[in-house]
């Protein structure tokens, strides 16, 4: 029974492994990296995915420059100080709660917050309507997303650290915060970069917010024109939201092209689980005698 | 050696005492703002419950038609309906979710314990990526498959041109189906599932089993009756998480569930399986450009604050199925 469906598991693995990777050569051509998408009812005339791949990047770096500092904040308090108790536990349920919360409620919140004269500056805005969906709307959604990831992660490498290594490091007469800086967290590190390509991964992959907050404009719209703030406050898409647009249930309806991104889409995640699994080995070398 | 200023330094701004504060202050400024989230959204859904009452979560009516009638009051200015029959929906989810979660959890378990105790050495360090590079998949690509391969399947080959005429004056059967939303969102969630019994199940310390097995036990009944038991607290971990992704699937759904505002009738016969719905929150990706309605702003928050607060039951459910465990659970 284990071995069937052990197996069942793998060919399933597989088939989908190995139907990407069909449909991803068949129809990806180097020139649909390079080209901006454009309206079309042909798979000639749509262009290709320059603009979502652009997205995509702008998109987590913007993500993961909130998520990351602020979750290795959280993970820092919580183990490296944690008083008073009550607050604690509270901050880890809700850590653990945001990490079930559903993307499309975070989309609709943000849409709420961003969409808010005060925040105004940070998207597009017609009168005293605030458009509300912008690069930077996003980003700080998707931070969300990747936040438990992230604290998850480091809390767990930094509780894997003795703590003979915390006293030693007090007892040649560093401070609390300087042991945290100098030798906790370059110690933790390799969690701290698996947990932020594990956030990475749920930033990219990510749909429901693009769709919502980013507005999943065919090309990056700008708004303004400072040079790089106006890109970020205007509208794009990512190639998640290119997929949805381009599956027949979308509006673009261009499968081919689906397929090809969501084969590109694919290679990224490979590569950051392979990034992952690289620390991980490495670390594993490098491990404390007790 | 008498000059002060070499022990006593000038207190830094960035001082030691204000580091514990400063973190402690941005952590609560994080909490305050995930509460705020969650009061924003209950307050933004308000007006929907209060006009609807507790025929909110019952039927009748078409609720596409609902959503349709309120997207338009709101547009025209004039008086705002508010009438809202959402369980459709919330069957829908209820349905596709339930039956997913179930299924994956069956098949998971079997899994994982293949993967941790009964796979050769070889398939282990194949196995092992796999599985993590399916639960990191984004959605998206699920649906993709989905829509493009497993749903014409069901529409050309599964079901019979008998069957499609049969309802074809309700709804029609195109592929886009309950099984086809159950089919993928098993096959998304298992990993994820899969992925968390097998750390659960490959921490149970070794001579536990060994005790077990130095009894007489054969290597089977030893792992069931020793590994996954002890395995429990990780087992329910991982099917709240995979549940709550599930719940809060949107895209996927959006992409092969129908996207019809129908309740799937079990007393259909095999055509139950075949019958299009939505689930709820593809409602809300469905509909989002409504927001500009308010009516319809306030019902897609009445909707999402239903998908947040039964997330949170569910994270707490687990929660406490896991006390109870942890007496028993490996370290």
Partial sequence: MCWLLGILFCAIAGAIVLFMLVQGIRFLRPSLLVTSPTAGFSQSQTGGFLDPLIGTVVVSLLGLAIALPLGVTIAVWLTEYGRPFPLARATESTVEMLAGVPDIVLALFGLLIFSSPILGFLSRTSGHVVFGRSFFAAGAMLSLVALPLIVGSTREGLQSIPAHIREASLAVGKTRFATIRRVLLPTARPSVITGAMLGLGRIIGDTAIIVVLLGATLTLNQAGNTPVFSVLKGTGSTLTSFIYANAPTGEANQPNKAYAAAFVLLLVVLALNLCVDLIGRRTKVVSWSS | ?331
Wanted: proline letters at 6%.
């Fill in chain 2, 1 to 331: 050696m008498d000059d002060p200023l070499l022990f006593e330094q000038r207190p830094h701004w960035w001082s030691d005492r204000r580091a514990g504060l400063t973190l402690g202050t941005i952590v609560v400024a994080a909490l305050a703002g995930v509460v705020a989230m969650v009061v924003f959204v209950v307050v933004q859904g308000w007006p929907s419950f209060a006009h609807n009452g507790l025929s909110w979560f019952g039927g009748g009516g078409s609720v596409d038609q609902q959503i349709k009638a309120m997207f338009l009051s709101g547009e025209t200015g004039g008086h705002y309906v508010y009438t809202f029959h959402a369980w459709p929906l919330i069957w829908s989810t209820v349905l596709i979710v339930g039956a997913a979660a179930t299924l994956s959890l069956a098949c998971s378990l079997f899994v994982a314990v293949f993967v941790v105790e009964f796979a050769p050495d070889w398939m282990k360090e194949i196995l092992h990526p796999v599985v993590r590079l399916l639960a990191s998949v984004p959605s998206v690509i699920y649906g993709l498959l989905g829509v493009l391969v497993l749903v014409p399947f069901i529409g050309n080959h599964v079901i019979s041109q008998h069957a499609k005429a049969s309802v074809s004056h309700i709804i029609s059967l195109s592929g886009y189906s309950l099984v086809a939303g159950v089919l993928i969102l098993t096959v998304m969630i298992a990993p994820l599932m899969i992925s968390i019994f097998a750390d659960g199940l490959r921490s149970v310390p070794r001579h536990w089993l060994e005790a077990s097995q130095a009894l007489g036990i054969n290597r089977w009944r030893t792992f069931w009756k020793v590994g996954v038991r002890a395995a429990r607290p990780a087992i329910v971990a991982g099917t709240v998480l995979a549940t709550a992704r599930g719940l809060g699937e949107a895209v996927m759904l959006a992409m092969v569930s129908g996207s019809v505002g129908f309740a799937p009738n079990p007393f259909d016969g095999t055509i139950f399986f075949f019958e299009p719905s939505r689930p709820l929150a593809p409602t809300i990706i469905q509909n989002i450009e409504g927001l500009s309605s308010p009516p319809l702003k306030h019902t897609l928050f009445a909707v999402a604050s239903v998908l947040l607060v039964s997330a949170m039951a569910l994270s707490l459910a687990g929660w406490a199925a896991k006390q109870p465990l942890k007496r028993y659970a490996a370290a």
